[in-house]
């Protein structure tokens, strides 16, 4: 009789022990620095495998404009965006299973970045007369997110999706509202 509650109680561990279920973390925050964006993140559990991702960003832009054919204006502008960005981990399970690491949710992922650059405070504006346009900008993206010694991440992503600006036409600008735009990202970050 106790060789056969023995038995069942081991069986009973072993199948409660296969059920735990991995998921992303809880919350991660951090800050990341790319090759024309810096940023300052917090990211948080909503289900197994999702997360919201939330960014202040600082983007580096450049512009050019011809006035008329002899007259051209170019600079530099740092706006800040603010990024909010549901990620589903796909392969969590997969590396798990395989042994890699998964910590600071270390895997591929999809994502629809949704962000929204703002006009009223930049960072740097090389000529103090050029206006920056607001615009929201949706992303369906795919990346990868790595963590190494510890503390520290890289994040690779592309994505493809619209750009909306806002602005009147009556402010002197004939321009399309609603284009394309493509991101493609390399990040390397610090997380706490």
């Known amino acids: ?6 038995g069942l109680l081991l069986l ?21 620095l790319g090759i024309i964006k810096a940023d300052i993140f917090y990211e948080f559990k909503m289900d197994r495998k999702w997360a ?12 050019r404009y011809d006035i008329a054919p002899d007259t051209r204006i170019s600079g530099t502008i740092i706006p800040f965006s603010f990024v ?5 981990y796909y392969g969590i399970d997969r590396r798990n299973r395989l042994g890699r690491n998964i910590g600071f949710n270390s895997s591929n992922f999809f994502s629809l970045k ?16 050029i206006r920056i346009v607001n615009t929201i900008r949706v992303l369906p993206s795919f990346g990868i997110r790595r963590s190494f010694a510890k503390k520290f991440s890289y994040e690779f992503s592309a994505g493809f999706g619209l750009d909306y600006t806002i602005f009147s036409k009556s402010s ?19 997380n706490f």
């Open 114 to 129: 949704t962000s929204f650059n703002a006009n009223r405070f930049p960072i740097y504006k090389s000529d103090d007369n």
């Open 52 to 63: 919201l991702r939330a960014e202040l960003a600082a983007d580096y832009m450049t512009y």
């Open 1 to 6: 009789m106790k060789k056969i509650t023995f």
């Open 84 to 88: 909010v960005e549901p990620r589903f």
């Open 172 to 190: 002197g600008c004939n321009c399309d509202h609603l284009k394309n735009y493509a991101d493609i990202q390399a990040k390397i970050g610090y």
């Open 12 to 32: 009973l561990l072993g199948i409660t022990a296969g059920a735990q279920e991995i998921s992303v973390e809880d919350k991660i925050y951090g800050v990341e």
